[in-house]
């Protein structure tokens, strides 16, 4: 009885249809897009453990605490501290990666950038003067309009803002300083800054500035940047860093001007 052979695999290198490269190429995309949330699971899981790890440890605390004496009030209220505190950097964290991921609706309008810094400045001022930092505005003339969300680009200057001042804590208090820059940044563009004379970003991590999670504060989230980021990219724009000289950080945004 003859054999057919005409159902078995193709050997040798015969080259690959179109489609079937389509196919794959389209596969190759799946598989990495799947990678991707999986590492970023793999980072949620770990930066969450860390926090609830520290809850129920300070919870059972507590607990043993109260049991043992009723003179441990102070170590009782020190522990119940703690666990608030380690609750809200949790919550902290989900409530970032549900804004990074979801992405948060626009509603964008023309608008003078020189205003949407000085809407907030009193805000800024505050927190530096709680910080004991001395805060300057150099707001540049004529700047061409811009098209913005006010209150995401407002939300941007206050995040870089605070990583400034938390910054300067390592600094003496005398030499804690922070200038928020406005002005033209030539090809169509304009740069709003926030430069400090803080220690200036660790070099260990200054080629992973923009990546979720990576933070050198014991208390830190490590996505304050990443959603900033996220949120200049969506006005068309771009978020970036350079060491200040003779010291310190410079953080700055450039937005697209409005065309005239
Ligand atoms: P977090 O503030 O939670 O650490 P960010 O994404 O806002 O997260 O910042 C990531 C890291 O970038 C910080 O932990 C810090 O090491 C560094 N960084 C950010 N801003 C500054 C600054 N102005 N000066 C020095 N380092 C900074």
Do not use: W
Not at 236 to 260: H, V
């Amino acid at each position: 009885m003859p054999i057919d052979r005409t159902s078995s695999a193709p050997q040798g290198g015969a080259a690959v249809p179109p489609e079937e490269y389509a196919r794959l190429q389209g596969r190759i995309t799946q598989v990495s897009r799947l990678a991707t949330i999986g590492e970023m699971a793999a980072g949620i899981a770990h930066e969450i453990n860390q926090p609830l790890t520290a809850i129920a440890n300070y919870a059972r605390a507590s607990e043993i605490l109260l049991r043992k004496s009723e003179d441990g009030k102070a170590d009782v209220l020190e522990a119940l501290q703690e666990i608030e505190r380690e609750a809200r950097r949790a919550a902290d964290i989900i409530r970032r990666l549900r804004d990074l991921v979801r992405g948060q609706p626009s509603e964008r309008a023309p608008a003078d950038l020189n205003g949407v810094v000085t809407e907030v400045a009193e805000l800024l001022q505050g927190d530096a003067r709680a910080h004991g930092v001395r805060l300057l505005f150099e707001l540049g003339e004529a700047m061409p309009r811009v098209v913005v969300d006010r209150v995401q680009i407002q939300h941007v200057l206050l995040n870089l803002t605070r990583n400034a001042l938390e910054a300067l804590g390592e600094v003496p208090s005398a030499e804690r300083e922070i200038v928020v820059r406005t002005a033209p940044a030539g090809a169509g563009e304009v740069e709003l800054s926030v430069t400090d004379t803080g220690p200036g970003v660790a070099p260990r991590i200054a080629g992973r500035l923009f990546t979720p999670f990576v933070t050198t504060k014991p208390n830190g989230t490590g996505l304050g940047l990443v959603s900033s980021q996220t949120t200049v990219r969506a006005h068309d724009g771009t978020l970036g860093y350079r060491p200040n000289s003779p010291r310190g950080a410079c953080f700055f945004l450039r937005l697209p001007a409005r065309p005239a």
